[in-house]
C-alpha cells in the first residue's frame, strides 16, 4: 500500500471522475516544508505562526520572522503557502506578554482579538509577512474572525503596514490573496456575506465544532459532543462553500476533519476546493479521491445534509463508499 502511494507523490488530485481538490499540508515550523514535500503536498494551507513566539523568552522580531517566512515561501517553491497570523492565547500562551487570568480562555482574548490588543506585535508580524511575500506565493489569513469588522480592521492594518513598505522603498508583492477562518459559528452563517470581501476562506474545524457544539476541544468528558459528521456540522460547512463559489472564491478547510477517511468523501460532495491535512496523511487521501466519483459524492452529501445524527450520517457513508 505505502508502495502503491509513494507512485502518487508527483501526481495531481483527481476523482475518478476527474474532479480536480488541491492537497495541502499543515506546518508549524519551516522545517516541516521537507515533509510536506517528500508527502506530495501541493501547497502549505496553514502554517501556523504560533510556533515562532513559544518557548521563548521574548517576541520574535521582525528579522527573525521575515527569514522563516521567506525560508517556508521558497523552500515551497512557487506553491502556495497560506500563513495564518498569530492565534495565541486559549490553550497557548507567552510567558512575555502579560495578560489576565481569564474564566474562559476559548472564549476570551485569543487570536485576533489579542492582535488588536497587541497591535504592534500584529504590526510587526505583518511587516515580515509583506516583506517576504517577494519569495513566493503568499497568501494571509486571519484566526478567529467572528464578524466583518474585525476583517475589515485586520486587513485595513495591513494595508497600512503595505503602504508603510512601499514609502520606505520595500517591494511587497502586488496580488497576496487574504483570507480568513472560518471557525466561528457566527462567520459560518454570515458566510455570504464575508465572501464578497474576502478572498478564500479555510474552515477550521478543530474550533468550529467546539464553539458549534459548546463543547472544550481538550475535555474528555464532553468528549462525545465532538462530532465532525454531525449534520448541522456538515450544513455550516456547505453554507461556506456555497458562499465562496458563488462569488468566485475557493473554500479549503484546515482542520483535522481535511484529512479524516469519512469525512473526505462528504466534503468533496460539498464541493470542497482544497483538503489541508497533516503531511503524513495526504498520499492516502489522494489514493481514497482517486477512487470516489465526484457526482456520486455529491448526491451523498445531499443526503447527508437531510440526516438527524452523527450516526445515520456515518452509516450513509459507508454504505456509499462500502469503508
Ligand atoms: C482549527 O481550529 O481547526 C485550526 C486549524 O486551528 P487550530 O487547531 O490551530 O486552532
Ligand atoms: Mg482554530
Known sequence: QKAEWALLKNEPTFTKDGKQVELAANIGTPQDVEGVLHNGGEAVGLYRTEFLYMEREQLPTEDEQFEAYKQVLESMDGKAVVVRTLDIGGDKHLPYLQLPEEMNPFLGL???????????????????????????????????????????????????????????????????????????????????QFAKEVDFFSIGTNDLIQYTMAADRMNERVSYLYQPYNPAILRLVKMVIDAAHKEGKWAGMCGEMAGDEIAIPLLLGLGLDEFSMSASSILRARSQIKQLDYDQMGLMAEEALQKSTTEEVMELVNKVTKM
Request: proline share 2%; hydrophobic share 50%.
Open 110 to 192: 485569543r487570536a485576533i482579538r489579542l492582535c488588536f490588543e497587541e497591535q504592534e506585535v500584529f504590526r510587526t508580524q505583518l511587516r515580515a509577512l509583506l516583506r517576504a511575500s517577494m519569495f513566493g506565493n503568499l497568501k494571509i489569513m486571519f484566526p478567529m474572525i467572528a464578524t466583518l469588522d474585525e476583517f475589515r480592521s485586520a486587513k485595513a492594518i495591513l494595508l497600512e503596514e503595505r503602504e508603510k513598505l512601499q514609502n520606505e522603498g520595500i517591494n511587497v508583492a502586488e496580488d497576496i490573496e487574504i483570507g480568513i477562518m472560518v471557525e466561528i459559528p457566527s462567520t459560518a452563517v454570515l458566510a455570504d
